[in-house]
């Protein structure tokens, strides 16, 4: 198979393609949602909106605080509509018209923008900022006589002198009810220092005409005042507060400052309500606001500018670049572990190519997972190798006896006698013996192992084994009994098990000295059965413990195949005891001996 593969088929253009459709798409909707929702947001962040609405109601609050009544607000309605590019409606509470600049019989919108009353407003400065209270241009009985701003101008005149020789400047501005006003430079009412020889207390102190209103708004709250729990008594005010907030406002908060908080704040509501009083008849009545279109039309339409769609249209095309370059830088990083991977894959069989793992994600589990694979298949290799070298020479010995014996017989050399003929029978034995191991090593390495179950005692399995291999016991003199601790038994193939604890017993044979001991048990633990065989022989190195199970391994590579066996007998036990649904395990310690343990489900009993 050739190792190109087609430009679209390709993960990096895939992984580029889909990332590239999903930025467009992203953008695209984000560029929509940005021209369709987020433009009067964008607007009112820069404070057109708000700064019309603002200079719209101030002009109508000052309006209505310099004026009895809405009768001639109309050029004002329609100065400010023509400056906004808006309509602006007044109506009364119950929507009585008061002035529009739209046509006559054009409909109203659902709702009011604002409430146009100047004495209870929270939206009106100079500057459009917001303060609480009544408009301060509601001047009412509060308004000076010619005579009194002349006494006053040169009175500020004198102070602003006073202060100047002090290198304190003072600017003079003029509040609504004609009093003069200084302030410093930040816009602060008289500054925080007051030099003794300008403390004259003269410039705050209540005029003829503002005493009169201050006396009758002292009258007007001191019902109100009582129940609020001041003394009858008790003077209300220190002076006049000249802030340019609140130019004609009495200081109260002097006085309401000894009494608790609870009675302070009944007081000045007693006042608020009181002074709203005595301004009423000098202020238009409350009217609602109307701004833009009609009950079926919003109030306002915005239309983003060429500006502002050219900035949406480059931040799009940024964030889709952006998107493109981290997608390609991405893409290439993960289809890089990849190409390595089929790079290694495509190499010869013989060559067992390891690809480096450099990262900690999918594919460098995958790539980990190759390398086992590879070690796996190398170490396959080695075995088949090596199988193949040791069925070899198991079987080229008796051949080569059994050749050997045939060729001298057939030359005459010796007489085909009942010895030779026993000695070309014992060869044949161990071909077969071989054959016969491979034949079961193949069937259980193909699941095509023939088992047939039944209960079996367990002293009488041991008893058969030790009986069958008592006479090659007597000869190698050694030792065979058999313990059993209670009577377990066992739901297994009769004829398979002893074939694996004949194996057991054949090896232990083999490595147990004369005078040795082998020793078959069984007992039950944990509701499984534990058969044992234990030899009093050489043991086994740790090392090589672990390879026991490996087939044609053998501790004494220089041990004689005939007497050290084919290398099969151990590995036929484990894949017999698999099959069982069992585990085998080996213990053995150099000099002392080994301990090979079975754990087979336990049976019921016939």
């Given at each position: 198979?050739?190792?190109?593969?087609?430009?679209?088929?390709?993960?990096?253009?895939?992984?580029?393609?889909?990332?590239?459709?999903?930025?467009?798409?992203?953008?695209?909707?984000?560029?929509?949602?940005?021209?369709?929702?987020?433009?009067?947001?964008?607007?009112?962040?820069?404070?057109?909106?708000?700064?019309?609405?603002?200079?719209?109601?101030?002009?109508?609050?000052?309006?209505?605080?310099?004026?009895?009544?809405?009768?001639?607000?109309?050029?004002?309605?329609?100065?400010?509509?023509?400056?906004?590019?808006?309509?602006?409606?007044?109506?009364?509470?119950?929507?009585?018209?008061?002035?529009?600049?739209?046509?006559?019989?054009?409909?109203?919108?659902?709702?009011?923008?604002?409430?146009?009353?100047?004495?209870?407003?929270?939206?009106?400065?100079e500057r459009g900022a917001q303060i609480s209270g009544t408009d301060p241009r509601v001047v009412g009985p509060y308004r000076l006589t010619e005579g009194e701003r002349?006494?006053?101008?040169?009175?500020?005149?004198?102070?602003?002198?006073?202060?100047?020789?002090?290198?304190?400047?003072?600017?003079?501005?003029?509040?609504?009810?004609?009093?003069?006003?200084?302030?410093?430079?930040?816009?602060?009412?008289?500054?925080?220092y007051v030099p003794d020889a300008c403390a004259d207390g003269r410039f705050n102190t209540p005029l003829a005409t503002e005493q009169k209103a201050l006396t009758a708004?002292?009258?007007?709250?001191?019902?109100?005042?009582?129940?609020?729990?001041?003394?009858?008594?008790?003077?209300?005010?220190?002076?006049?507060?000249?802030?340019?907030?609140?130019?004609?406002?009495?200081?109260?908060?002097?006085?309401?400052?000894?009494?608790?908080?609870?009675?302070?704040?009944?007081?000045?509501?007693?006042?608020?309500?009181?002074?709203?009083?005595?301004?009423?008849?000098?202020?238009?009545?409350?009217?609602?606001?109307?701004?833009?279109?009609?009950?079926?039309?919003?109030?306002?339409?915005?239309?983003?500018?060429?500006?502002?769609?050219?900035?949406?249209?480059?931040?799009?095309?940024?964030?889709?670049?952006?998107?493109?370059?981290?997608?390609?830088?991405?893409?290439?990083?993960?289809?890089?572990?990849?190409?390595?991977?089929?790079?290694?894959?495509?190499?010869?069989?013989?060559?067992?190519?390891?690809?480096?793992?450099?990262?900690?994600?999918?594919?460098?589990?995958?790539?980990?997972?190759?390398?086992?694979?590879?070690?796996?298949?190398?170490?396959?290799?080695?075995?088949?190798?090596?199988?193949?070298?040791d069925i070899a020479h198991e079987l080229r010995t008796p051949l080569t006896n059994i050749r050997g014996w045939l060729e001298v017989t057939r030359d005459g050399v010796?007489?085909?006698?009942?010895?030779?003929?026993?000695?070309?029978?014992?060869?044949?034995?161990?071909?077969?013996?071989?054959?016969?191991?491979?034949?079961?090593?193949?069937?259980?390495?193909?699941?095509?192992?023939?088992?047939?179950?039944?209960?079996?005692?367990?002293?009488?399995?041991?008893?058969?084994?030790?009986?069958?291999?008592?006479?090659?016991?007597?000869?190698?003199?050694?030792?065979?009994?058999?313990?059993?601790?209670?009577?377990?038994?066992?739901?297994?193939?009769?004829?398979?098990?002893?074939?694996?604890?004949?194996?057991?017993?054949?090896?232990?044979?083999?490595?147990?000295?004369?005078?040795?001991?082998?020793?078959?048990?069984?007992?039950?633990?944990?509701?499984?059965?534990?058969?044992?065989?234990?030899?009093?022989?050489?043991?086994?190195?740790?090392?090589?413990?672990?390879?026991?199970?490996?087939?044609?391994?053998?501790?004494?590579?220089?041990?004689?195949?005939?007497?050290?066996?084919?290398?099969?007998?151990?590995?036929?036990?484990?894949?017999?005891?698999?099959?069982?649904?069992?585990?085998?395990?080996?213990?053995?310690?150099?000099?002392?001996?080994?301990?090979?343990?079975?754990?087979?489900?336990?049976?019921?009993?016939?």
């Amino acid at each position: 198979m050739s190792g190109w593969i087609p430009l679209r088929k390709r993960l990096l253009v895939r992984l580029l393609i889909a990332s590239g459709l999903v930025a467009v798409c992203s953008v695209a909707a984000t560029a929509w949602l940005a021209v369709e929702t987020t433009t009067r947001a964008l607007r009112e962040e820069q404070g057109q909106v708000l700064a019309d609405d603002m200079d719209v109601l101030a002009r109508l609050s000052g309006y209505a605080a310099t004026h009895p009544d809405w009768s001639g607000v109309g050029p004002t309605v329609r100065e400010l509509s023509k400056k906004t590019g808006r309509r602006i409606a007044l109506t009364t509470a119950d929507r009585t018209p008061l002035a529009d600049s739209a046509p006559r019989g054009t409909a109203l919108p659902l709702t009011a923008a604002a409430t146009v009353d100047p004495l209870r407003t929270d939206t009106y400065t100079e500057r459009g900022a917001q303060i609480s209270g009544t408009d301060p241009r509601v001047v009412g009985p509060y308004r000076l006589t010619e005579g009194e701003r002349r006494e006053l101008d040169a009175l500020a005149h004198e102070r602003q002198g006073c202060f100047a020789r002090y290198g304190i400047d003072l600017s003079l501005s003029r509040a609504p009810s004609g009093r003069p006003v200084l302030t410093e430079a930040d816009g602060s009412a008289d500054p925080a220092y007051v030099p003794d020889a300008c403390a004259d207390g003269r410039f705050n102190t209540p005029l003829a005409t503002e005493q009169k209103a201050l006396t009758a708004l002292e009258k007007r709250a001191r019902s109100c005042l009582t129940r609020a729990g001041l003394e009858p008594g008790m003077p209300l005010y220190l002076g006049v507060d000249v802030t340019p907030s609140a130019p004609r406002v009495p200081s109260f908060a002097p006085v309401l400052a000894k009494v608790g908080p609870r009675v302070a704040r009944a007081a000045q509501a007693c006042l608020d309500n009181a002074r709203r009083a005595q301004l009423d008849p000098y202020a238009a009545p409350a009217a609602q606001l109307f701004l833009g279109g009609d009950k079926d039309t919003p109030a306002v339409r915005f239309d983003m500018s060429p500006g502002n769609k050219a900035k949406v249209v480059g931040a799009a095309g940024l964030v889709l670049a952006v998107t493109v370059a981290v997608t390609a830088v991405i893409a290439t990083r993960l289809v890089r572990p990849l190409r390595a991977l089929t790079e290694a894959a495509q190499q010869p069989p013989e060559r067992h190519v390891r690809v480096p793992v450099t990262t900690r994600d999918e594919t460098g589990i995958l790539a980990a997972a190759f390398n086992e694979l590879t070690e796996r298949r190398e170490r396959l290799e080695a075995q088949r190798k090596a199988m193949v070298s040791d069925i070899a020479h198991e079987l080229r010995t008796p051949l080569t006896n059994i050749r050997g014996w045939l060729e001298v017989t057939r030359d005459g050399v010796v007489d085909p006698d009942p010895a030779l003929l026993a000695a070309l029978h014992d060869e044949a034995l161990v071909l077969q013996r071989v054959i016969d191991d491979l034949r079961d090593l193949a069937d259980a390495d193909a699941d095509a192992l023939r088992l047939h179950p039944e209960p079996v005692r367990c002293d009488e399995l041991l008893d058969q084994v030790a009986a069958a291999h008592r006479v090659a016991a007597d000869a190698a003199g050694v030792r065979l009994r058999t313990t059993v601790d209670g009577t377990p038994w066992l739901h297994a193939d009769a004829v398979r098990m002893r074939q694996a604890l004949g194996n057991l017993v054949s090896n232990a044979l083999r490595h147990t000295p004369a005078d040795g001991t082998v020793t078959l048990a069984a007992r039950s633990a944990d509701g499984d059965v534990l058969l044992q065989v234990t030899d009093t022989g050489t043991g086994i190195e740790a090392d090589d413990l672990p390879y026991v199970f490996d087939r044609f391994w053998r501790a004494e590579k220089s041990r004689s195949r005939r007497t050290g066996g084919s290398g099969l007998g151990l590995p036929i036990v484990r894949h017999l005891v698999a099959a069982h649904g069992g585990s085998v395990e080996a213990a053995s310690e150099p000099g002392n001996g080994s301990v090979f343990t079975l754990r087979l489900p336990g049976g019921p009993p016939r």
